[in-house]
């Protein structure tokens, strides 16, 4: 007892000597490493100098020393050198005019710098050697595709999409035929961190997954990781998709318009007080509905019916940022986006007059706050306060008025509501001691509101006097997560340079804490003849879960949070790869992967998601593994630009309640992928682009045998088949070319695009899904007797669909 | 405009050749490699003295049965009964061949223990042991005729009864009103479609863990002693209501209470091609099906 008693004093004593000691040594570090020899620091912005847009990931560099750093994700950057009565500074950035600056360095200098964008066919002056290479680059297992770039791939129905871009990219695979959804590294949909402006987007695609809810309009810069993440970076397993919002021209007015076969598309933007405070705003509408209703009305005519059928979806996104002082920036952006489905249908008869109204609607809103402020030239810090929601609304209405021409009524309501809401804060700060370190810490705060579920009912008969209403489901489930990081980017030598994080994370949900430390390094080490050899390692948590049915993005899919029963899903992967620039042009990567997963979530057989029950009941819980390699070779500058991606690759999934644990392959266990993209300015007023792809087909459940039974309550002869394994039989193997082509044409006011092009042009039939279907053997023989035959039926979506749109940008 | 007009007359090609009955392909392949193996069919009850066992055979996928006989005449059954061998094993020919009749030398009771062999050329040899599950007891059977009112409005009786056992317990339950089961109901919830048997009118338990409505599992952890409440239809125009509510609970085994679960799953996932797709649980050594037990009892009221 005494000792125990002595322990209570003693350790919050020993803990806070613990953390006074931490802390420092941790400024001691911080003021050794800001003041060997007698250096000074240049700091400030770079931006596009026609729209004063700021630019992300600009290489900024001294020549002289080889010192160098690049602009963080609010264009940024900080660098410290020393004394230099004279010096030069290099910006490179792609698709920008590489540019130096010569400055005196006695003192801390301010600097913004614009960039100007290369007009000409893609050929860029060298006017000094390029920084930007990425052999230089710690990180790993990243990509990043110009917005400029994805606008000029084919796309299906010359909707430009920027997750169907990165479906492109070596270690990612798309659900099925064209399908948004993205699976990173053998890892599942809900796997990937998709932000737009750092905001998570739950449902990140339209139409059943067919397009993704990124305007390629409204879009500045797009970037995937695929592994060896950051220690800024948590919350999911496999990928993050991080995508930015233009911000609005600072200098002038301009914009797009763009007229497509589904949809059309408006942006527009500019100053609101000049190089102050700009704005930026963006609208896409599919119009399928208003093409088609007047077939539909004729239709209802018909009938004797009236009302309306359609679908439509939109996207609203708008930006505004406003510039205090070279210290402050505040920027407000949203998203709204929705998809719609509805049936209203009313009988012209004026007694006993049914009425129907279906819809089924699902969208997202998300909005970010944003403070930038430069406490000094080392140091800037972004406080973000965010909000995501996504709802999924299906409303079911009908019954019927005047009944006996005694106006009254019966009516039958049954709702459906699902969907989650995030409303979190954080705060990043980015400090740059000196070359050698690039530091960031922050730590981040969301308040997860799920919605699993839930059924209202209604029904009422003013004849009988009858009213009734119910409402059934699951409550919201409240969880918190937290998370803290720290990372540097640390140059050891001239050759070794790493990034080493680490990631705290906790999340409270019904009571129970979980609580994770996930430690993230990346290392490169230049090797002779411009290779380098990089590596990595990172450990990730995920408290949050999709349930969903693989393969296809529905609004109905389901996310959930990790339970005091659901643990949260868990994640290592390592890696290691070579890259080299070969000349200036062309960049390649080669790099093998092994990810370990556990405590993954899928349904049980034959659960569904219209349920009432708690979703606990119908989900187990699994282990998996993903391994592969993959080569990337691109050439990013020039008349001819694109990239070359081959995957090799294994993804498997084990969960105990399925086949008695047995391993089976994960439905995107996909051997081989390959995808060519390219695209080639002919002239300034043409330009052609191409891309093709090929996968080992996907994995499917097919039964191999059957069996009859005798039931015995019921006494029938019933047939069941029998499913030797998991995803035991293979699709034919994914194949499609896209072409388009693009004429330009410089008017008065403004460019002027026209857009033809096709999709899957040669129409292989690549298969959706499969099926054994029974077929009549003699279907071809006139007056023959029916002979069943079973038989294997594949189902294909899309055969050659072209597309035309028009473009204007002013 | 020469590269125009070839690159858009190249579409327009493309176009309707590719149009041409695109979506639907049959598509050639070897069938799916598979062992064909034994299915064994048997129901008991406790209190049976005698037990019919069908047998077949599983097929490839592929296969027609119309041109492949799947019973099995003259196969070879090894029975035991509480590690007896049973020899009194008779093949019958009705309705069908593979029906076999095995004689039971007493009533079959709680704890009995079942083996059986089955051996048949070119086949794996298929072995299964099933138990006679033990009773739990239920008590407290109350059974309220105006129950209130379902979510979609109809009104309904409710049954609660308590459930003690020491082990994991599997059950069903049944509701008969009038000695007759009631196979659907009309807008109005008046029974409109009858049936002497089979078609259990089911009991919406509150439990979330019940299947179907009707598959009740106890499982070790819970309380040694649970209490179930659940609602079924209330009926009104059944002539005469002498007969009264039976309330019937089969108790089953493990195997069998699997069995059940994964065929109302296999029919949820049936026709969705989205659907993960189930198999039926067996606990048929190398082969398919089982012997499913039930101790029938139930409550009047």
């Known amino acids: ?810 | 405009m020469k590269i125009i007009n070839k690159f858009l007359m190249l579409l327009c090609f493309f176009t309707f050749l590719g149009c041409e009955d695109f979506f639907e392909t049959t598509i050639e392949i070897d069938p799916p490699k598979y062992e064909p193996r034994i299915a064994i069919n048997s129901v008991v009850e406790n209190g049976d003295t005698e037990m019919i066992v069908v047998l077949t055979k599983s097929t490839g996928i592929l296969e027609i049965e119309d041109n492949i006989d799947i019973t099995l005449p003259g196969a070879k059954i090894d029975f035991k009964l509480n590690g007896v061998n049973i020899t009194t094993i008779q093949e019958r020919r009705f309705p069908a061949e593979g029906y076999y009749e095995i004689d039971l030398p007493s009533a079959l009771k709680v704890g009995d223990k079942i083996e059986m062999k089955v051996t048949y050329p070119n086949l794996p040899v298929a072995e299964v042991t099933s138990i006679i599950p033990a009773i739990p007891t239920i008590s407290n059977v109350k059974y309220q005729q105006d129950g209130g009112k379902n979510i979609d409005g109809s009104e309904v009786s409710k049954i609660t009864f308590d459930l003690t056992s020491d082990v994991a317990s599997y059950f069903r339950c049944d509701v008969k009103i009038n000695s007759i089961y009631c196979r659907s109901f009309d807008t109005k919830n008046m029974c409109s479609n009858y049936d002497t048997a089979n078609y259990a009118q089911p009991i919406e338990f509150t439990d979330p863990s019940v299947i179907d409505a009707t598959f009740v599992k106890k499982s070790a952890n819970d309380p040694r002693t649970k209490t179930y409440i659940g609602t079924t239809y209330r009926n009104f125009n059944i002539a005469g209501s002498s007969k009264g509510t039976e309330i019937e609970i089969y108790t089953l085994d493990e195997a069998t209470y699997n069995y059940e679960v994964s065929k109302f799953l296999y029919y949820q996932s049936t026709d969705n091609p989205f659907a993960t797709p189930v198999n039926i649980k067996s606990n048929v050594k190398n082969g398919y099906g089982g012997i499913q037990i039930y101790n029938k009892f139930s409550f009047k009221f």
């Open chain 1, 1 to 810: 007892m005494t000792i125990a008693r002595y322990c209570i004093y003693i350790l919050p004593i020993v803990k806070k000597i613990f953390m006074y000691k931490f802390l420092f040594t941790f400024s001691i570090l911080l003021i050794s490493l800001q003041n060997y020899g007698q250096k000074f620091t240049i700091s400030g912005y770079v931006s596009d100098s026609a729209s004063s847009e700021k630019l992300i990931g600009v290489s900024v560099y001294h020549p002289a020393t080889g010192e160098g750093t690049i602009t963080n994700n609010f264009g940024f950057y900080s660098l410290t050198l020393d004394k230099k009565t004279e010096t030069t500074l290099v910006f490179d950035y792609i698709d920008y005019m590489l540019t130096t600056k010569k400055i005196k360095l006695t003192k801390a200098v301010q600097l913004n710098i614009d960039l100007q964008q290369t007009v000409s066919l893609g050929e860029v002056e060298i006017i000094a050697e390029k920084q930007k290479r990425i052999e230089n680059e710690t990180q790993m297992s990243v990509a990043e595709i110009s917005v400029s770039q994805i606008k000029k791939i084919p796309a299906l129905l010359g909707e430009v999409d920027v997750l169907k871009a990165l479906q492109l990219l070596p270690g990612v695979k798309t659900g099925g035929e064209g399908q948004s959804g993205i699976y990173v590294r053998g890892g599942g949909a809900d796997q990937n961190l998709i932000q737009l402006d750092g905001v998570p987007v739950y449902n990140a695609s339209h139409l059943f997954g067919f397009f993704s809810v990124f305007n390629s309009d409204a879009i500045k810069d797009v970037k995937l990781i695929k592994g060896g993440f950051p220690a800024r970076y948590g919350g999911r397993l496999s990928s993050v998709v991080d995508i930015n919002m233009k911000e609005g021209n600072m200098k002038k007015f301009g914009g797009s318009v763009n007229i497509g076969l589904i949809s059309s598309k408006l942006m527009l933007e500019g100053p609101i007080f000049k190089e102050k405070t700009s704005f930026m705003i963006s609208a896409r509408r599919t119009y399928i509905d208003v093409l088609a209703k007047p077939l539909i009305q004729q239709q209802f005519r018909e009938n004797e019916q009236e009302g309306g059928t359609g679908y439509y979806f939109y996207d609203l996104n708008f930006k505004v940022n406003h510039k205090f002082s070279n210290r402050d920036r505040l920027y407000f952006s949203i998203y709204n986006g929705t998809d719609k489905f509805y049936v209203n249908t009313k009988d012209k008869a004026t007694e006993n007059q049914d009425f129907n109204t279906t819809s089924l609607s699902w969208g997202n809103f998300t909005n970010a706050l944003r403070w930038n402020h430069i406490v000094n030239n080392k140091l800037f810090v972004n406080t973000t306060l965010t909000l995501s929601d996504y709802k999924l609304k299906t409303d079911f209405d009908f019954g019927t008025n005047n009944i006996d021409n005694k106006k009254n009524k019966e009516q039958i309501a049954l709702n459906y509501l699902s969907g989650i809401n995030d409303i979190g804060a954080k705060i990043d700060f980015d400090y740059v001691p000196n070359p050698s370190h690039f530091i960031k810490f922050g730590a981040n705060i969301i308040n997860h509101t799920f919605k699993p579920g839930k059924f209202f009912f209604y029904q009422e008969n003013t004849r009988d006097n009858y009213l009734f209403k119910d409402t059934v489901g699951q409550q919201n489930i409240k969880s918190m997560e937290y998370s803290a990081y720290a990372e540097d980017d640390w140059n050891i030598t001239s050759k070794l340079k790493i990034n080493a994080g680490l990631h705290l994370s906790l999340f409270n949900v019904d009571g129970k804490t979980y609580s994770s430390l996930q430690p993230r390094v990346s290392a490169r080490y230049l090797l002779p003849s411009s290779w380098s050899l990089k590596t990595s390692f990172a450990t990730m948590r995920q408290y949050i879960n999709l349930l969903a049915f693989e393969g296809i993005g529905l609004p109905t899919d389901l996310w959930v949070p990790s339970t005091a029963r659901i643990k949260p899903q868990d994640a290592w992967q390592g890696a290691v790869g070579l890259a080299k620039s070969i000349g200036d042009k062309y960049e390649l990567s080669i790099e093998g992967y092994y990810k370990k997963m556990k405590n993954l979530v899928a349904y049980k057989d034959g659960a569904g998601v219209f349920q009432t029950d708690d979703w606990q009941n119908r989900v187990v819980q699994g282990s998996g593994d993903a391994y592969g390699a993959e080569v990337f070779l691109q050439k990013k500058e020039g008349r001819l630009s694109g990239w070359v991606g081959y995957t090799l690759s294994w993804a498997n999934r084990s969960f105990p309640d399925i086949k008695n644990g047995e391993t089976f392959p994960y439905r995107f266990d996909r051997r081989h992928d390959i995808s060519i993209v390219g695209s080639y300015e002919i002239s300034k007023k043409v330009n052609i682009s191409g891309t093709w792809v090929y996968g080992t087909g996907n994995a499917v459940t097919l039964p191999t045998s059957k069996y009859r039974v005798v039931d015995g309550v019921n006494n029938f002869n019933q047939e069941f088949q029998v499913y030797d394994q998991r995803n035991n039989y293979r699709l034919a193997p994914y194949h499609r070319m896209d072409i388009g082509i693009n004429f330009v044409k410089q008017k008065k006011y403004g460019k002027r695009t026209f857009s033809f092009g096709a999709y899957n042009a040669y129409s292989n039939k690549n298969p959706f899904y499969i099926y054994v279907d029974t077929k009549n053997e003699n279907e071809n023989i006139p007056n023959s007797q029916y002979k069943p035959k079973k038989v294997l039926t594949q189902i294909s979506l899309f055969p050659i669909i072209p597309y035309v749109s028009w473009g204007y940008d002013f």
